[in-house]
């Protein structure tokens, strides 16, 4: 069986994405990202999960973070994202990198849902869990990388992520261009998107 308009739009917005990035992506690695993106759409219509319009449109504006993350995480880490609210970029990113180890926390009960749903359906149940909680519900000091996406302020979340890496661990901003969080910059999507990767230690903010 052939593919349907949609899922051939939705492959070649992926396909773009992996060639800015540099990405080699088969179609075992591709089609669960067109999945969820299209599982992502399909729970929009019941709940608001996303802006996007389409699985293309979604996969355009929403995974270069998932990429931009994928970049620098390429190493084994048991990693936290706070606020997951629709996966995004958490599970495109436990697809891209199979060695990370992923906490998704989401305290609104029907996001959760989606979530454990996503994580079934794609087969991430041995390394991705839902916590539906909040930051201040989940173990201290006990993580390696602490992120979150449109969740909080970025000096906030500074706050919040310190007590959830270990001294050691690394903390990544999702943020646009003009932040004064110190850290390491990757500038991305045509210049509107910006992540920091930055440490406990580091007090300056």
Known sequence: MGRTTTETDARAELDRLAADWHVELAEAEAAPLVRFAELLMEWNARINLTGAKTVGGLIADHLPDAFAVASVLKEPADVVDVGSGGGLPAIPLALLRPTLR???????????????????????????????????????????????????????????????????????????????????RLTYHQGRRELIETTPEDRST
């Open 102 to 184: 992923l906490t998704l926390v989401e305290p609104l009960a029907k996001k959760a849902a989606f979530l454990r749903t996503a994580v079934r359906e794609l087969g991430l149940g041995a390394r991705a869990e839902v916590q539906a909680c909040r930051a201040d519900g989940l173990a201290q000091g006990a993580f390696d990388v602490a992120m979150s996406r449109a969740t909080f302020a970025p000096p906030v979340w500074l706050t919040v992520a310190r007590g959830l890496v270990h001294p050691a661990g690394r903390i990544l901003v999702l943020t646009v261009p003009g932040s004064a969080i110190p850290g390491r």
